[in-house]
């Protein structure tokens, strides 16, 4: 079977990257931006810091903001409507996740309209154009969404998030800028850092992993250990390591899908709108522990990675716990809870265990699972 790998065509990286935007959009011939971004961003001035550009290069736009946490199926409709009613024939998605995710299945329902329904682009969706132009421009260092090939729902009726995976919805140019990333609070640095971890270790293990989406997964692994907790402290050097980070976790996970680790979190997320970054931490050490003997060796390189020493003369086993242990130590530094009190009830486990176990993710999780096993998992972080 061959592998596949998907990009972006081009991807600008460092301090004022930005600049780059205005011109990429006149060169290729378009008229007018829809930009779509949250409104905390608008408020505090982030978006402003592309619009300027647009403005001073006397290009055309049109802002959208009606996004919110967690985007809904209404969120997305609503988007294609002002989308059509706004002339644009270009987006620019500036934001974290949610502003990426509305603005791609927005992107993919313009082209695509026989999808409106949104639910219909669950799982690997049988689209045939490719999304609308997209510069993507990420606020956060962890979703990676300017890179991926997926995004996520949620059907607020059904109480789910769904993934819809499809090679025509990633970004033609991603914009990786930490000065996008400067205002980022301590506590959602340290949710989307863990969630860039996440993708980074799910990506090594899952099913898919090969030799090259090895390179991306054990590289981020290294940055992310040597640079989040700098980043939560708010330092350059630490904000454009985990900038970098996070993009280069993306190229991998994208590629080869991810585990119950994403599974279990996206329920939390559709049920009680817990941060998606702050869920996959906290459930990560304890699925890793779980996944463990399914992981060959693969353990001590994460456990290498993340800069524990000795771990060529430790066994198997001390080499597991070593990378577990590592994993939940960055976790306590960044002031990630260690469990899920307050948050789960016992009497969602039975929902979310089943909405986990037919989550787009769980087939990618190197150990087979059950309801039952994910069950066991939820109640374990009671």
Known sequence: MANRIVLNTISYHGAGAIKEIPAELKSRGFKHAFVCSDPDLLKFGVTAKVTNLLDEAQFPYTVYSDIKPNPTIENVQHGVKAY??????????IGGGSSMDTAKAIGIIV????????RSLEGVAPTKNHAVFTIAVPTTAGTAAE??????????????KFVCVDTHDIPEVAVVDPDMMSTMPKGLTAATGMDALTHAIEGYITKGAWEM???FHLKAIELIAKNLRAAVEGTPAGREGMALAQYVAGQGFSNVGLGIVHSMAH?????YDTPHGVANAIILPTVMAYNAPATGDKYRDIAKAMGVSGTDEMTIEEARAAAIEAVRKLAEDVGIPANLKGILKEEDVAFLSESAYADACRPGNPRETSVEEIAALYRSLL
């Open 84 to 93: 059509l009613a706004s002339g644009a024939d270009a987006i620019v998605a």
């Open 111 to 118: 082209t695509n309209p026989e999808f409106a329904d949104v």
């Open 147 to 160: 890179v991926t090939i997926n995004y996520v729902i949620t059907d607020v009726e059904k109480k789910r």
């Open 213 to 215: 989406t090895d390179m």
């Open 267 to 271: 329920g939390l997320g559709a049920l």
